[in-house]
């Protein structure tokens, strides 16, 4: 491995953590900034089956599954009572894992940081100060900080990496927008005992249509993570603080109210707020934003952490798989750079579709709507076996396995506007503000 440092991360997240570590695989020697200031609680409890491959290259699933749960697949509950189950396939899905894990965040993080350090990654505790560039760079650190951190020796780095989360730390100090999605949304959560999960299988997510809002029940060992996630009008009156505001939730909202009848609340709860975000620029001249620092995605469906060390994984492959070397390219390094961020747009739009049936109803129709053919037409008939390759195919969307499949979007998009037939109207299964 070199001796000097070529890429300075800033936070110490999953993102920046798990790129790190994929470097550090590569003979790229790297330094991380973190404070080491961040919450009990975090959203992002749920994996995909994806990240169960990244855990295998970067060796760490038997570790993870030593003290997470195994996650069969997700359940939705609708208002009227009608379930949607996926479950993931029982057979690996295009060669990559049929099963993914509920964690609890801060073992999961602390572990990706682990790993990095077992495998050479330097972490510095402290903030990195930072200011306008010169010399080529658009951001840089300060001459203080060079100074401050004996691993530099003075020397700056090729490329600073914003994983910073939410806080979008480079994109605030030189003023790159963001597009901002439409909902208005702040969610509660905490972790319980004695809560109904209400899973088919152990281990199962389950997503609740709410009267207002929706809700998530995900299993954790010995506990369960229950969240909902509300239009900010929706809880007014509802307390002051956001622990009387997650209680008056679930008793106003007769399934959870039921579900919790003999609850015990552990943890203190989290609040969160602006689940859709976009940057209009993920990189510049020295500096390149990865995970949250970029874009999130709403919750729904439990896409973010997934996204989040994918955007790490096609940085590594898109980028630095060219060799350390295409760091003293300015060009051919923008070139790459676009190329994954083109990339990481598309997945920010296939989730943002897929999430949207949910919201607007047309899922929980186009699921009513199947099971009446299923009933009219029998087991073995070709609408009965059209609804069972439908199914296959959102399977594949939801797991992140497929979601940016074009194949699998269009039908998706062609069935919810031509094959729901005789049930309510969809708004009736719309998640309402």
């Not at 195994?70 to 009608?82: I, Y």
Request: glycine share 10%.
């Amino acid at each position: 491995m070199n001796s000097k440092i070529e890429v300075a991360i800033v936070g110490g997240g999953p993102a920046g953590c798990t790129l790190a570590a994929l470097l550090a695989q590569r003979g790229i020697r790297t330094l991380v900034f973190d404070d080491d200031k961040r919450p009990d609680l975090l959203v992002g409890e749920s994996l995909l089956p994806s990240v169960v491959t990244l855990m295998r290259r970067l060796g760490i699933e038997e570790r993870v599954a030593a003290f997470s749960q195994h996650k069969p697949g997700v359940g939705f509950l609708a208002r009227d009572g009608s379930r949607l189950d996926f479950f993931f396939p029982q057979r690996a899905i295009k060669g990559r894992p049929n099963y993914a894990y509920n964690i609890p965040r801060p073992e999961y993080d602390n572990l990706l940081r682990t790993r990095a350090e077992e495998l050479g990654v330097v972490f510095v505790k402290r903030r990195a100060e930072l200011e306008g560039g010169n010399e080529g760079r658009e951001i840089q650190l300060t001459a203080a900080c060079l100074s401050e951190v004996p691993e530099l020796a003075g020397k700056h780095p090729k490329l600073l990496v914003d994983s910073t989360g939410r806080a979008r730390v480079f994109a605030r100090l030189l003023g790159v927008d963001a597009a901002r999605g439409k909902r208005n949304d702040v969610a509660y959560f905490a972790h319980f005992e004695n809560f109904e999960s209400e899973g088919q299988r152990d281990g199962q997510v389950v997503i609740t249509t709410l009267e207002h809002g929706w809700s998530w029940r995900i299993p954790l060992p010995g506990r369960l993570s229950v969240g909902v996630v509300v239009d900010k009008s929706a809880v007014k009156g509802r307390g002051e603080t956001a622990e009387e505001r997650l209680e008056a939730t679930i008793e106003a909202e007769p399934v959870l109210a039921a579900a919790g009848k003999g609850r015990r609340r552990i943890t203190p709860v989290m609040t969160y707020t602006n689940y859709q975000l976009i940057s209009e620029r993920g990189h510049g001249p020295g500096w390149v934003a990865m995970g949250d620092a970029f874009g999130f995605v709403d919750p729904m469906l439990s896409p973010g952490l997934f996204m989040a060390m994918h955007s790490a994984d096609l940085l590594d492959s898109g980028v630095f798989a060219k060799g350390i070397g295409i760091l003293d390219q300015p060009e051919r390094l923008a070139k790459a750079f676009d190329r994954v961020f083109a990339e990481l747009r598309d997945w920010h739009e296939a989730w943002g579709e897929v999430i949207e049936y949910f919201y607007t109803g047309q899922m929980y129709a186009l699921h009513a709507a199947g099971e009446q053919l299923s009933e009219k037409y029998g087991k073995f008939a070709l609408p009965r076996l059209m609804e069972k390759h439908l199914t296959s195919q959102i399977t594949r969307l939801l797991s992140g396995v497929a979601t940016r499949s074009r194949y699998g979007r269009n039908l998706l998009k062609f069935s919810t506007k031509h094959l729901i037939w005789d049930v309510g109207p969809v708004e009736d299964y719309a998640i309402r503000a």
